[in-house]
Structures are given as structure tokens and as C-alpha cells.
């Protein structure tokens, strides 16, 4: 047994790969873009009424005063220099309209799934090319970065780093200089891009003119190296997101990244079904590259594949944050299935793919193509709702003059953290500059008092929350009150006066709930104390909207508003 690097090189494959008669490369490239086609128009569909995630109100909030420097501060512990300036140029072109993100996003997608194609093909043939590549058109394992705008910074990576072992390909000046160039876009598009470089780099070392090359991963390397050391200990540095101890888990990660990809490749991931299929799918395929292995005149191209698979695993393990950075998290399947495919193909590479091997491998990207259309769907719904609270947390941002509540932080997956973190204090000063440059992508006040009751509901929370509406022991009030009669076994429901009201209950004890875009009482305001006068101050803002008020704390004293 031996396991040398070698020199092969990718070959023509209709000669060892079956194919129908009369379907040669042109009908298979027809028929992928005819994939493609439909890849846009159900994306697209699924996509619809999306909005920007908290890391897109992010880049939103922070681009009206975006200089270099600010576009090569580290987020999350990710150089995403790229995106950055993507996200600049669209605000500045055509605002907020997030039609244009999801667009951008989807047409990411399409170049990274082409590119896989054209590097799959020289290794096992058009059709066998085809089959791996459709399931990466419709990939709702990953539904958040197929059919949302902030897609793009991950499959913008991708399609960088495989166009980089494209240009690798050519071993020549011009292939060299490209991948090069391709390999910096990478590593300044998102820290994915970084297992490229290392499998650029083994591949340059196996080969015979390693000093000649070696500067094509050397550059990159050494330029995100120095940007890592510049962005060391700055607010969003990779030491907040990296435990270094975390590597002991590589092998863990690695099997269960392995596992899950495996089966999101086959289809067989549809967690309402049930699932378990993936530890036994990563044995047979870690026994099957183990064989591979085992026969001998391994190609460099496969150590380098191999690389890329590693060294993404190895950062993942690095990152690992359970329950929010696991293996099985929709956020590494795309990269991680990219990285399982590069390998598959390359220890393929050589196999002659009969007729009946072509039929089982077409049935299995059937298979896939099902449960991932039935993935985004079931995603798409899952993104529409979020876009919706989203919307219509910034609204009611917005109708406070951005004021923030202690509690909106642990919402909408950390919208509110990224709005303090772009403000002053307790204002997102950063967003309502952007909102006044670019126009505002939250709900408008009609859209708002549209929306459904669980919408009109969450502003309602979010405007009590900033505004700290809760009772509050007062002294008696010198203004007029208006009294209310026993009402046993029910609630009484009166309108709040402008600027709030000081309430006294005689009878028992009762809490207090409010509402006002919504039609049902679901803030908790505090708790009424039989002769304890209360105030319920109630700050004015931009929408003309009552507040209302509920209480089983009957017969009730309602004052005018409380004292400033």
C-alpha cells in the first residue's frame, strides 16, 4: 500500500462515465441551467417577504459612517471586508429594498453551485457532475443563507475558494495569479474562506515547483494574518468566539459535521420524520475514503480536498458554542457539504460510472432534491415569521426615537444587542441615521396596525419595554379622577389618558395589563394594592395610538396623568 502524492491530472470522463445517447456535455449544461432557472424563481419565492437579519441591521446601522477601517473591523471574530462593501454599494444604489439582498444572495448560490459543477465535471463527468451539483441549487438544509440576503457572505466564500482550486487547476502563471486573487476575495469575504488557502497550500507543497508557487496561499496567508493580529483584542475579535481548548473536540466535531452532511446530501435529514441516519452514513463514507486511501496514488488535488474539509472542521470545533455552534447547525451546512462533495469527487476521480450507478446516483439526487425543497419550505415559513417580528421590533424602535428596553436584547436573536451596540447608550443613534439616509426597513405605521395579532402583539412588548411603562408607587394626585363601579368576576378596560394615569383600587388586589397595536391585553404593567395610589406614566411618541388598560382590581380610581 502507498499513498504518495501524485501528478494526475483531471481527464476527459465521457470516456469511463455512462451516458444516455444523444445527451452529451451541451445537454447537460442546458439542463443545468435550466436548474438554475428554477433555483431563482423558487428561491425567490421562498424567499419573499424576508427581511435583514440582526447581522444585516448590523451592516444597516453602521453604514453611513463607514470608513476602511470600519469595514476591516472584525464581526464576530470574521474579516467580512467584502460583504461590507457590497452592502455599502446597494444602500447607497437603491436603500433598504431587501428584494436586491435576496437577489444577490441567490445569484451567490448559482456561482457557487456552476463553479462546483465545472470542478466536479473534469473529475467525474458532466452527468455524475450534474447530480451532485442539483441538490446545491435548492439546499434547504441551509434555508437561512440559500433563500436570505446574508446568504451571500457564505456562498460568496465558497464560490471564491472553489474558483481558486479552478484556477489552480490550470498550473500555469495565469491560473496561479487568479486563484491568488480568488483566495484573498475569499479570506476577506468570511473566515470560510480560510480552508482554501490551506488546501491551496497543500496542494502548491506536493507538487515539484513548491518555492515557485508557494506565494499564490502565501499572499493571502500572510495579509489575513496581519489583519488577525491588527484585530486582536478590538470589540468583535475572534478571542470573544474561540476557545483554543475547543480542538480536543475536533474529532467529535469533524464525525458529526461528517454525519450531518452526509445526510443532507442524501436527503435523509427531514428531522420531523425522524433522522439517525448520519453516524451510519459517516462510517461507510469514512470507510469508503479509507479504501480509497488504502489502494494508493492518491493525487495531490485529494490532500488538498481533504485539507479544506479538515481545517473547516478544525475552526468549526474551535468555535464550538453549544446549542448555538454545533455540528448539525443549519449555519455550517452549506460550507461543510461543499467540503464533503470536493472530496467525494476527487476520490472518484478515475472511476468509470456504469449505467446502473448512474440510475442510483440521479435517484439519490431525487431523493435529496425533495427533502431540501421540502426544507426550504418549511424554513421559508420559519424566515417570513422572523422578518415579520423583526419589522416590527424596528417599528416600534423607530416610534420611540430609538429608545431600547432592557429585555430587547434577548429577542429576534439579538436584534437588540446589535442596535445597543450601534448606539449610545440606550439609543440606536447608529440605526436612525441609517433610517434617515436609506429609508426605513421596518413597518410602516399603517403596515404596523396590519399586521397579525402575534405581530401588533410584539411592538406592543417592545414600546412597553423602552418605555418602562409599569406601575409605580405615587403620592395621591391633585388633578380630576373619574371613578368606576364593582365589576365581580370581570375585567374593566378603559383607554389610558395621554402622557399615562395614577390609579387607586379599593377592592382587591390585581395586576394590571396594557396593550395598544394589539387587540389582546398582553403586557404586564404590575400590580394593583387595595388604597395605594399607582402611576402609570406612559411617555408620548410618534404614533397617534391609544394605550389601553385592563383590571379585575374594581372600584377603580383613574387620575390624570402622573406628576413629571
Known amino acids: 500500500m502507498t499513498t504518495t502524492a501524485t501528478e494526475s491530472r483531471p481527464v476527459s470522463s465521457r470516456a469511463r462515465s455512462w451516458t444516455p445517447d444523444r445527451i452529451g456535455d451541451t445537454q447537460v449544461e442546458i439542463a443545468l441551467v435550466a436548474a438554475m432557472i428554477g433555483a431563482i424563481l423558487l428561491n425567490a419565492w421562498f424567499g419573499r417577504d424576508t427581511a435583514f437579519s440582526s447581522d444585516e441591521v448590523a451592516f444597516f446601522s453602521t453604514t453611513p459612517h463607514l470608513d476602511l477601517q470600519g469595514a476591516l473591523e472584525p464581526y464576530n ?103 491568488c486573487v480568488l483566495l484573498l476575495v475569499a479570506v476577506a469575504t468570511y473566515s470560510e474562506g480560510i480552508p482554501f488557502v490551506a488546501g491551496a497550500a497543500v496542494l502548491i507543497l506536493l507538487g515539484a515547483d513548491r518555492r515557485r508557487r508557494a506565494w499564490v496561499f502565501l499572499v493571502p496567508a500572510v495579509l489575513y494574518a496581519a489583519w488577525f493580529l491588527w484585530a486582536h483584542n478590538r470589540v468583535g475579535g475572534a478571542e470573544e468566539s474561540v476557545t483554543l481548548s475547543n480542538l480536543l473536540l475536533f474529532p467529535n466535531w469533524a464525525f458529526n459535521s461528517l454525519a450531518s452532511s452526509a445526510a443532507s446530501l442524501l436527503g435523509l435529514n427531514y428531522t420531523a420524520l425522524g433522522t439517525g441516519w448520519g453516524p451510519p452514513l459517516a462510517i461507510l463514507a469514512l470507510a469508503a475514503l479509507g ?172 414600546l412597553a419595554d423602552a418605555n418602562g411603562i409599569v406601575l409605580r408607587p405615587t403620592a395621591p394626585p391633585t388633578g380630576r379622577c373619574v371613578s368606576t363601579g364593582k365589576q365581580i368576576g370581570q375585567n374593566f378596560s378603559f383607554q389610558l389618558p395621554e402622557g399615562g394615569a395614577v390609579l387607586r383600587s379599593t377592592g382587591t388586589a390585581a395586576p394590571v395589563l396594557l396593550r395598544r397595536f394589539g387587540s389582546s391585553f398582553t403586557v404586564q404593567a404590575g400590580q394593583l394594592t387595595p388604597g395605594k395610589w399607582m402611576a402609570l406614566p406612559v411617555p408620548r411618541d410618534s404614533a397617534p395610538d391609544p394605550w389601553y388598560a385592563s383590571t379585575s382590581a374594581t372600584p377603580l380610581q383613574i387620575c390624570g396623568p402622573p406628576r413629571k
Open 77 to 179: 471574530g470574521h474579516l467580512i471586508l467584502v460583504p461590507r462593501l457590497v452592502y455599502y454599494a446597494l444602500l447607497h444604489l437603491a436603500g433598504p429594498d431587501y428584494l436586491q439582498f435576496r437577489l444577490l444572495a441567490i445569484g451567490a448560490v448559482l456561482l457557487t453551485a456552476g463553479l462546483f459543477f465545472a470542478f466536479a465535471r473534469r473529475r467525474v463527468g458532466a452527468m455524475a457532475a450534474l447530480a451532485l451539483t442539483l441538490p446545491l441549487l435548492f439546499f434547504g438544509s441551509d434555508y437561512q443563507h440559500v433563500i436570505s440576503g446574508n446568504g451571500f457572505t457564505i456562498m460568496f466564500t465558497q464560490a471564491a475558494g472553489i474558483g481558486a482550486l479552478l484556477a489552480l487547476d490550470r498550473e500555469d502563471p495565469t491560473g496561479d495569479a487568479l486563484a
Open 291 to 462: 479504501f480509497r486511501l488504502w489502494q494508493g496514488s492518491v493525487p495531490r488535488f485529494m490532500w488538498a480536498m481533504m485539507a479544506v474539509a479538515g481545517t473547516l472542521w478544525l475552526m468549526g470545533a474551535a468555535a464550538a458554542f453549544p446549542p448555538l455552534r454545533v455540528p448539525d447547525s443549519t449555519r455550517y451546512a452549506y460550507p461543510s457539504a461543499i467540503a464533503v462533495l470536493l472530496v467525494a469527487v476527487e476520490a472518484a476521480r478515475g472511476i468509470r460510472i456504469q449505467r446502473r450507478g448512474m440510475a442510483i446516483l440521479y435517484l439519490i439526487a431525487a431523493v435529496s432534491l425533495a427533502t431540501n425543497i421540502a426544507l426550504l419550505r418549511d424554513g421559508s415559513k420559519s424566515q417570513r415569521l422572523h422578518a415579520d417580528l423583526s419589522r416590527a421590533d424596528l417599528a416600534a424602535v423607530e416610534l420611540d426615537g430609538g429608545r431600547l428596553g432592557p429585555h430587547l436584547p434577548v429577542v429576534r436573536l439579538g436584534l437588540g444587542g446589535v442596535l445597543r451596540g450601534s448606539g449610545e447608550g440606550d439609543v440606536a443613534t447608529g440605526y436612525l441615521a441609517a433610517v434617515r439616509e436609506f429609508g426605513s426597513p421596518a413597518f410602516s405605521l399603517p403596515e404596523l396596525r396590519a399586521q397579525g395579532e402575534s405581530i401588533r402583539v410584539e411592538a406592543d412588548a417592545v
